[in-house]
């Protein structure tokens, strides 16, 4: 399978400078039933996921981000869907739900459907290879990673492409897990063997902004701001998988981060917050900025990114 691009070229220099806010949607019947979704349709919001997604609009609400939306885009799965009208209330003026199918879940095939803790013998082989090393994983004929960093360089192209036309500052994108994750990481330039270094929880923000028309320069603003707060997210983590490096941008307030997390914290300014995060994730391009707040926290666990940029009390 021949990937043509890793990178999301502007078709043109018509393309109108834009944020994008990507959101996965909240918690689905299969995420709660740990099964494997993929790209099917036969899930929906569960009543956390519903509040996650309240939850997620109050904060991009509370950050100002919402008044300045002036365009929407989801996948047309219905978890997303949902999670898309759930927030599209808190947004200033009246706009329609634009869907593009590129922004649909990683194509899973046959794996789609199984219960993670219950795989069928026939499977057990190939779902080892799958944790072991997605991006080389081939299924029924497809490497599914692979295929999803090529739809999601497509993706760009048209979001931003659309942005142009309807003159968008700032638009939001409603999406999933390995989507958003693909999504990110092709804009700052990382191959398919970056699958899984970044983590997208539900209901969590990502904000990426593309200051030039005719560039693919990229300035990150923030990686999965989560509606769990940062100690709930990282007490999740397994201490045998990786050791937490904490970094706060500048002085931080370590009410609320719980003993553990407040032990890891060291202090750095943004460039030196930059240069981190651009080391531990292997960024070469330097048009890629990543713009750390004055308080802001980045948590790596291991060599996974958990939060860049994270507000410190959510």
């Known amino acids: 399978f021949f990937f043509r691009s890793m ?4 078709p043109s220099s018509s393309v109108h400078p834009t944020q994008f806010t990507l959101l996965r949607h909240g918690q689905s019947t299969w995420n709660k039933a740990a099964r494997i979704q993929g790209s099917s349709d036969l899930s929906q919001l569960t009543d956390e996921g519903r509040e996650q997604a309240r939850r997620a609009a109050e904060h991009l609400s509370s950050l100002g981000w919402s008044d300045a939306i002036d365009a929407v885009w989801s996948s047309p799965l219905t978890r997303a869907r949902q999670t898309a009208d759930i927030v599209l209330p808190s947004i200033r003026s009246p706009i329609s739900v634009r869907l593009n199918d590129a922004l649909r879940e990683i194509d899973l095939y046959a794996f789609q459907g199984l219960a993670k803790d219950a795989v069928p013998d026939e499977f057990r082989d190939a779902y080892a290879a799958w944790k072991a090393n997605p991006a080389e994983f081939e299924i029924d004929g497809h490497r ?11 993706a760009w192209r048209d979001l931003r492409a659309g942005a142009a036309d309807l003159s968008a500052a700032s638009a939001l994108v409603v999406a999933h897990n390995a989507t958003n994750q693909a999504l990110l990481c092709t804009a700052m330039g990382l191959p398919p063997s970056a699958f899984r270094k970044v983590l997208q929880s539900n209901a969590a923000v990502s904000r990426v902004s593309f ?11 923030c990686i999965n701001q989560a509606p769990e707060s940062v100690a709930d997210v990282v007490g999740k983590l397994k201490e045998e998988e990786g050791e937490l490096l904490v970094i706060s941008c500048g002085e931080l307030a370590l009410d609320g981060l719980g ?4 032990h890891h914290v060291v202090e750095a300014d943004a460039a030196t917050c930059d240069a981190i995060v651009r080391e531990r994730l292997h960024v ?12 802001g926290l980045t948590v790596f666990h291991g060599d996974r990114l958990i939060f860049f940029n994270q507000v410190p009390n959510r």
């Open 7 to 10: 990178t999301c070229h502007a």
């Open 144 to 154: 599914p990673v692979v295929e999803l960093w090529a739809r999601a360089a497509d």
């Open 211 to 221: 200051p030039k028309a005719d560039s693919d320069g990229v300035v990150i603003q």
């Open 259 to 262: 003993a553990e997390i407040a």
């Open 284 to 295: 070469g391009r330097d048009d890629v900025t990543f713009a750390s707040d004055d308080g």
